[in-house]
């Protein structure tokens, strides 16, 4: 195992633990020696990471500390990279922002060539101002799936036949150049699949709703390979 895979494991040994672990139960999970710990964890506390501690008695990561697991090789980075791009076009700005500040801290702390990298692929999602996505509709649509809120809709089907509808939006899926929106459809008391270029209004009414075992995603995600779009 090369060093940089095993400090990335002790540190992932070390999250979310509310009680210590000693260097002997660290040594059995990563199947080295107890010296081995020993100076592995004494390198990481000298390199800033906040392990508390010490040996024959255990150690933990500091109350509060958030060590991310950086130990990326370059086709990981590379499809975070690509990842990040195609959220910026198409994800809308709240899942946009959030990919671009992600990438830039992930970014940051990476040696020099896995940086470079980064900066060398060569697959591209351009964001285009005439998408839907750049109008605030998939971050409406977003937030009320997030959120469990009611949508009234003005909807025109594929021939152009409008409807009111309320529906409860479950989930968005990307078809590589169009969305849908899941959603319980209370008019036709069934499960629907909405483009958002369809949707001539839409409006949060404010009312939470409440997923069910047969109306909830779980059960829209059984169904949605049987139905298309409304």
């Not at 990919?99 to 351009?126: G, N």
């Not at 021939?159 to 008019?187: D, K, N, Q, V, Y």
């Not at 949707?199 to 059984?222: C, H, S």
Request: proline fraction near 4%; include cysteine; glycine fraction near 10%.
């Amino acid at each position: 195992m090369r060093r940089a895979d095993r400090l990335f494991l002790l540190i992932h040994a070390l999250r979310g633990r509310r009680q210590a672990i000693t260097a002997q139960q660290l040594a059995h999970t990563l199947e080295v020696s107890l010296r081995t710990i020993y100076r592995d964890v004494a390198d990481l506390q000298r390199s800033g990471v906040p392990i508390e501690g010490e040996a024959g008695v255990g150690y933990l990561l500091r109350k509060g500390a958030d060590i991310p697991p950086l130990m990326f090789n370059p086709d990981e980075l590379e499809a975070l990279v690509v990842g990040s791009r195609f959220v910026r076009a198409f994800g809308g700005e709240r899942l946009g922002r959030g990919a671009t500040a992600a990438l830039l801290k992930i970014e940051a702390v990476l040696p020099p060539e896995l940086r470079e990298r980064s900066a060398r692929t060569r697959i591209f999602a351009p964001e285009l101002d005439n998408r839907i996505e750049a109008s605030g509709l998939i971050d409406l649509l977003y937030g009320a799936v997030q959120e469990r809120q009611v949508l009234r809709l003005l909807y025109r089907d594929g021939e152009a036949r409008a409807s009111r509808r309320e529906i409860e939006p479950l989930c968005l899926s990307f078809w590589g150049g169009s969305w849908t929106l899941g959603a319980w459809c209370r008019l036709r008391e069934d499960f629907r699949s909405f483009r958002p270029d369809r949707m001539v209004e839409q409006v949060l009414t404010g009312e939470v709703f409440v997923e069910g075992r047969e109306r909830g995603l779980d059960a829209y995600l059984r169904s949605v390979g049987a139905r298309g779009s409304d």
